[in-house]
């Protein structure tokens, strides 16, 4: 497997814009996750699915964000408008069953927001 | 709820010094404990874990030991090497009922010099 894979690994808009973070899982796996990552938040989870059911998405920041995940194979997280304080580094990242299980990262989407 | 406490950085070394970098937790239950690395513009990748009280992980060279009376998961490596620079996240998995909690801590930038 190619691991997870994630598109575009950098995005530069104009705020307003509207921006979508496409991610493929790895296949067979059940869960779903999207972090974002900054210098002054560190590493936090926006929104997880399972089985491509939404499960917690109480640290998406605000309506603006919105994330997807139509089938086993992928998922969007889309900000519209984008501002730039969006400006961050996004992963995803997939995992089997059990608490055991490691998660994989993709290697990030840097979106600059200007 | 789960939270994860590892040591501030940055952390300077020379070469073939002694690592250790602190990492403690809250949580409910029997979690699983996972450190990861992250190089510099690449995503997080599984250094080792441990599943259950007084697992030792282990790998290329750095482990770490599941303490539930300290709750704790140090990690440790004897002799660090130029190639170890990157940042470190301490992090942990449970799995209350459906749902899926893998929590991370803010992560500790290492620096190996020659």
């Known amino acids: 497997d190619a691991g997870v894979i994630q598109s575009p690994r950098h995005e530069v808009t104009e705020m307003g814009q509207e921006v979508t973070l496409r991610c493929k899982p790895i296949s067979g796996h059940d869960y779903l996750f999207w972090y974002r990552q900054t210098m002054m938040r560190g590493l936090e989870l926006l929104i997880y699915?399972?089985?491509?059911?939404?499960?917690?998405d109480s640290g998406m920041p605000e309506d603006r964000f919105s994330a997807k995940m139509p089938n086993a194979s992928f998922s969007t997280l889309k900000i519209q408008p984008s501002e730039p304080r969006d400006s961050a580094v996004y992963f995803c990242?997939?995992?089997?069953?059990?608490?055991?299980?490691?998660?994989?990262f993709g290697q990030g989407t840097r979106l600059t927001v200007v | 709820g789960n939270s994860v406490t590892q040591m501030e950085g940055p952390v300077t070394l020379s070469e073939e010094a002694f690592l250790t970098i602190n990492c403690t937790y809250t949580?409910?239950?029997?979690?699983?404990l996972f450190w990861y690395v992250q190089y510099p513009g690449e995503g997080l990748q599984l250094l080792l874990k441990?599943?259950?009280?007084?697992d030792k992980g282990s790998n290329k060279g750095f482990e770490a030991t599941y303490r539930k009376e300290t709750t704790s998961f140090h990690l440790e490596k004897g002799s660090v090497q130029v190639s170890d620079s990157a940042v470190y996240f301490c992090a942990l998995s449970s799995s209350p009922g459906s749902a899926r909690q893998l929590t991370f801590g803010s992560g500790t930038q290492l620096t190996v010099l020659p």
């Open positions: 949580a409910t239950g029997y979690p699983s």
């Open positions: 990242a997939s995992s089997g069953e059990g608490q055991g299980a490691e998660a994989f």
């Open positions: 441990a599943t259950k009280a007084d």
């Open positions: 699915f399972n089985n491509n059911v939404p499960i917690d």
